[in-house]
């Protein structure tokens, strides 16, 4: 599972892993400068230039690789093949099969499955497993000074142990490393198909609206035509005209809202103090809900100049009118700027939501409580804000009813 997982994962993004490669095989090198050094203190019989220059064409050979135009694929093979050589040429001056540190051979081996295609990665385990083999027939004595058998078989015993540690720490510290990578890949991926199937929910919504669109126009022509008559032939009653003529407010609010949506994206405005704006297009929203009580606080007018995208003020509208239906037609509605953001506090002073509705608030249709309502507007508004830079985050307000809190950057004109 391992195997065949982490080469799909880093297939196309290999730089990092094998930059991370580049820096672990420095660690190795200090490590062999201070095994060497050990050496020394120990009086083993070394032959020290060779095993110098073994390590030194490696140390050349990984600064090369971080200038040489090569892909990361083919560093990381390289780096791999140069590590069994260099080990290989180590292992021949220092004991050949009977040095401890020949366990070393599995760390390029496991890499080289992990990183690698499968034919690198197999003819990596031959060569390593050649190059063990030869160190049986080919290499220098065991670099001891004397003749003391319980002596050598300490040292060995130690190197043994050296080995093991250099091995659990290598592969832990790297493959925890990829492993957390790969975790963080998996939870980039999930919001990204998180976020395409509200995409794809926005468009069947956006072909559903044109079609609607279309098919409302004549109605409302229609009940505009009936709205004048009755005027017309209702003269003498006052409270009727009042209401014909709120009627006849709410269908051209209506005309008006068909027609943006058949023009499609309005063109942004200029930018205006932001309260400014607010109070404009609450006087707009509250137009068409004259039943509704805004308390607003905070940002009645003035403040830095801002020119929200268009699609800013429907998502604002979606969230008064459900705080306006849950909360028995008052909305309390607080502005203020806050670390460089616009912040809108929405409260409505009844009910509350569930657990499971406010894991669920943004990422899919709630369900609605009002009649004929389709629990969509939560849903629009969230994916809105985040194509705009904001955030929206629903939560149950401390004093009663629900808070919904609205966060749109300043900067660059949101």
Same mark, same amino acid.
């Given at each position: 599972m391992m195997t065949s997982t982490f080469p799909a994962l880093f297939a196309a993004n290999l730089g990092p892993v094998a930059q991370a490669v580049r820096r672990l095989r420095w660690l190795m090198l200090l490590a062999a400068l201070l095994a060497l050094g050990l050496?020394?203190?120990?009086?083993? =019989?070394?032959?020290w230039l060779?095993?110098?220059?073994?390590?030194? %064409?490696?140390?050349?050979?990984?600064?090369?690789?971080?200038?040489?135009?090569?892909?990361?694929?083919?560093?990381?093979? +390289?780096?791999?093949?140069?590590?069994?050589?260099?080990? $290989?040429?180590?292992?021949?001056? $220092? !004991?050949?099969?009977?040095?401890?540190?020949? $366990?070393?051979?599995?760390?390029?081996?496991?890499?080289?499955?992990?990183?690698?295609?499968?034919?690198?990665?197999?003819?990596?385990?031959?060569?390593?497993?050649?190059?063990?083999?030869?160190?049986?027939?080919?290499h220098l004595p065991w670099p001891l000074a004397g003749d003391d058998a319980a002596?050598?078989?300490?040292? @060995? +015993?130690?190197?043994?142990?050296?080995?093991?540690?250099? $091995?659990?720490?290598?592969?832990?510290g790297f493959v925890s490393s990829l492993a957390r990578q790969l975790a963080q890949r998996e939870a980039a991926l999930a919001q990204a198909r998180e976020a395409q199937l509200r995409d794809e929910q926005l468009v069947a919504l956006g072909v559903q609206a044109a079609g609607t669109a279309h098919s409302l126009s004549t109605p409302l022509n229609t009940l505009t035509l009936l709205c004048d008559e009755l005027c017309a032939g209702t %003269?003498?009653?006052?409270?009727?005209?009042?209401? +014909?003529?709120l009627m006849r407010q709410q269908l051209a609010l209506c005309r008006e809202a068909l027609v943006q949506l058949k023009a499609g994206a309005e063109s942004r405005p200029s930018p205006q103090p932001i309260g400014?704006?607010?109070? =404009?297009?609450? =006087?707009?929203? =509250?137009? %068409?809900?004259?039943?509704?009580?805004?308390?607003?606080?905070? +940002?009645l007018h003035g403040g830095p100049p801002m020119a929200p995208d268009p699609r800013f003020w429907p998502a604002l509208f979606n969230l008064l009118n459900n705080a306006a239906e849950a909360g028995g037609g008052e909305?309390?509605?607080?502005?203020?700027?806050?670390?460089g953001q616009l912040q809108l506090r929405i409260r409505n002073r009844r009910g509350r939501l569930s657990a499971e509705q406010l894991a669920r608030a943004?990422?899919?249709?709630?369900?609605?409580?009002?009649?004929? !309502?389709?629990?969509?507007?939560?849903?629009?508004? @969230?994916? %809105?804000?985040s194509h705009l830079g904001g955030e929206l985050r629903l939560e149950n307000d401390a004093a009663g009813g629900v808070c919904a809190t609205l966060r749109l950057p300043l900067e660059g004109d949101a």
């Open positions: 050496g020394a203190a120990l009086a083993l =019989q070394l032959p060779l095993l110098l220059q073994a390590l030194a %064409t490696l140390a050349l050979l990984n600064l090369a690789m971080w200038r040489w135009p090569l892909s990361p694929r083919r560093q990381l093979a +390289l780096g791999l093949f140069s590590d069994v050589l260099v080990l $290989s040429e180590v292992l021949a001056f $220092s !004991g050949g099969a009977a040095n401890p540190l020949a $366990s070393l051979y599995l760390p390029p081996v496991l890499l080289a499955a992990l990183l690698l295609p499968p034919r690198q990665a197999w003819l990596l385990a031959l060569s390593s497993l050649g190059g063990y083999a030869l160190l049986f027939g080919w002596y050598a078989f300490r040292l @060995h +015993l130690v190197g043994m142990w050296l080995t093991f540690a250099m $091995s659990v720490l290598l592969l832990t %003269t003498d009653d006052a409270a009727l005209q009042s209401d +014909l003529q400014d704006a607010l109070a =404009q297009q609450l =006087q707009g929203w =509250q137009a %068409t809900r004259p039943g509704v009580r805004l308390q607003r606080d905070g +940002l909305v309390e509605l607080d502005a203020a700027i806050v670390t943004g990422l899919a249709p709630l369900d609605s409580d009002k009649p004929a !309502g389709l629990g969509l507007g939560v849903m629009l508004s @969230h994916v %809105t804000l």
